[in-house]
């Protein structure tokens, strides 16, 4: 039978609808009567008691907020009557003990790889177009333009027939709103690759490199670094126009710092030494295409999944999140975890009201205290230009349950898992120990998988409830429903649905095991997430200014 209510935690003081609910109907839980005061829609709570104003709102067992005036039992939760607010944190010693699941079944399973020279193992074989600067971005769409149509790699076959066909009835004279468009075909994603074991080309177009601070260029520097270090790239062209900020010997020096041992091809052109713009874009063409050789006689092997680096994203995210999604992506986490591998949980905005956990889970002194100061700065930093991190939930957030940052944090929180925290990063730090590492990134959905795959990410998990198509350039990203209905109505985006978990169809730990037998064949190439499918290659770099 489908559970109608929840209750997460066994200290909260209210119940989450996980269907609708309405106004007079008495609500039974754990043999006590709710008179509801409100219809509560599905994603949405309740309160289990009188509140008045200054209680606290207890949810997920933590402080997620204080009633501002008083409250019925049995009335709805809402931004009226429910204001943000999240206990204050502070180092604690590390006494912490983790009871890992049962990994036997998964014990001795591998994937199919690409090994790099340095003992990482991608997921992927990608070609990666750097751009020191915007101002080569045109350059760089028309070599994609060029290399994608001519091998293989694009995915817009289906729509430039469509827009053929309406020119054509244009032409004839026909009705355009009863045009046919039913024999038009979709585009086949791998068929019709020239490069069967290159993954696909991938283009970084940005907006920096020259006109902002040095300190944005020389951050850039570093993510564009750590890309073309990426476990999934196996060759990089540069392009640079010659005078910006972001110069090209800065960038190579990034590279040899993060990688002394750095031995995949590298071509670097400069636009204001070439002798025109067609040179330019013709040299990059014919380097790239003998390179795109060169990589393609390299074939996947077989590597255990402690090889795996995990990346746990949500956006989009509704009141079903922290119920069915992360919590199950959550488990997927410690599975890799206990078998060794590497889990990156980021989104510091998205973690405020779990600070104390994540702490006390935090085996480093030294790491525990950096996730202080980079948390307290962070907030700090929004807090003075009037805003913060309670600011950090959006329309679409509220609109389905997510009614303060804290709720929204607590929950997303949950795709992090159990395990001990083993190191803290900065933005664009490598994840260097295996577990579960903190990345300080933006909660903003392309910001933060852009720096989760600079941290080393080879996989991204990312839940949504509300449904989002974004994608990673060089990580590919697997897109992870929190219920049946966002399935339904957006299944061209949606590689798992952990709607039976809301159902009741399916435990959390059930739902955990497949979303792992979901990254284990997408790690080797034999099922492509949608995000991949649709080329959705999305790349922010974060300024360090403020962005929740």
């Known amino acids: 039978m489908v559970t109608r209510i929840l209750k997460i935690h066994p200290n909260d003081n209210v119940l989450v609808a996980l269907q609708n609910l309405t106004k007079g109907e008495t609500i039974i839980y754990d043999g006590h009567e709710y008179v509801l005061q409100d219809d509560i829609q599905a994603k949405h709570k309740f309160f289990m008691q009188d509140m008045n104003a200054g209680d606290h709102i207890i949810m997920y067992g933590v402080l997620v907020g204080k009633a ?10 809402d931004t009226e ?41 991608g997921t992927a074989n990608y070609w990666l177009f750097i751009p020191t600067v915007f101002c080569e971005n045109r350059n760089l769409d028309v070599i994609r333009e060029a290399l994608h149509n001519e091998l293989g790699y694009a995915v817009t076959d289906k729509y430039k027939s469509y827009a053929h066909h309406l020119v054509e009835a244009y032409k004839n004279g026909e009705d355009l709103s009863e045009a046919d468009t039913s024999s038009i075909g979709q585009a086949n994603h791998v068929a019709n690759r020239i490069f069967k074991n290159v993954d696909g080309i991938k283009f970084l177009n940005h907006q920096g ?7 944005d260029a020389a951050v850039l520097s570093k993510l564009l670094a750590a890309y073309a270090d ?31 041992n750095f031995d995949k091809p590298l071509f670097i052109f400069e636009q204001q030494q070439s002798q025109s713009e067609e040179q330019l874009v ?41 119920i069915s999604a992360n919590p199950a992506v959550g488990y997927t ?21 779990a600070e104390q956990q994540l702490i006390d889970r935090t085996k ?13 700065a962070y907030n700090q930093a929004a807090e003075n230009v009037g805003s913060g991190f309670f600011m950090n939930p959006s329309p679409g957030n509220i609109k389905d349950g997510l009614i303060t940052d804290a709720i929204k944090s607590t929950g997303a929180a949950k795709k992090g898992g159990t395990s001990p925290v083993e190191d803290v990063l900065d933005y664009a730090e490598p994840a260097t120990k295996p577990g579960l590492n903190l990345v300080c990134t933006p909660g903003n959905d392309v910001e933060a998988t852009t720096g989760k795959a600079a941290s080393g ?41 952990c709607g039976p978990v809301i159902e009741g169809e399916k435990t959390i730990e059930q739902m955990g095991e497949d979303i792992l037998e979901y990254c284990i064949k997408a790690a080797s190439g034999e099922v492509i997430p949608k995000a991949v499918l649709l080329n959705q290659d999305d790349f922010i770099p974060w300024k360090r200014g403020v962005s929740l």
């Open 230 to 260: 990426h476990p999934n790239v196996a060759g990089v062209t540069v392009l640079s126009l010659g005078c910006q900020n972001l110069q090209v010997q800065d960038f190579v020096d990034d590279l040899k710092q993060r990688s002394p």
């Open 364 to 376: 480093d002194e030294a790491a525990a205290r950096k996730f202080i100061q980079l948390m307290t």
């Open 81 to 121: 009557n429910t204001k943000h607010a999240s206990d204050p944190y502070e180092f604690k010693p590390y006494h912490y003990e983790w009871h890992a699941p049962d990994v036997s079944k998964f014990q001795y399973r591998t994937f199919n790889g690409y090994v790099r020279n340095d003992g990482r193992v």
């Open 457 to 497: 990410a080879t996989l991204i998990l990312f839940t949504t409830g509300l449904g989002t198509p974004t994608g990673n350039p060089v990580c590919p990203t697997i897109k992870v429903s929190t219920n049946n209905a966002l399935t339904k109505r957006m299944g061209d985006i949606i590689d798992i649905n």
């Open 282 to 322: 013709k040299e990059a063409i014919r380097k790239t295409f003998i390179g795109l050789t060169e990589i393609n006689k390299i074939e996947r092997q077989p590597a255990p999944l402690s090889k795996l680096v995990l990346g746990v994203k949500c956006g989009g995210s509704d009141g079903f999140s922290g």
């Open 68 to 77: 501002q005036h008083f409250i019925l039992k049995g009335g709805l939760m």
């Open 209 to 215: 490199g020259c006109g902002g601070t040095r300190q």
């Open 333 to 353: 986490s410690d599975l890799l975890v206990a078998l060794g591998g590497t889990v990156l949980l980021a989104e510091f905005p998205e973690l405020c009201g």
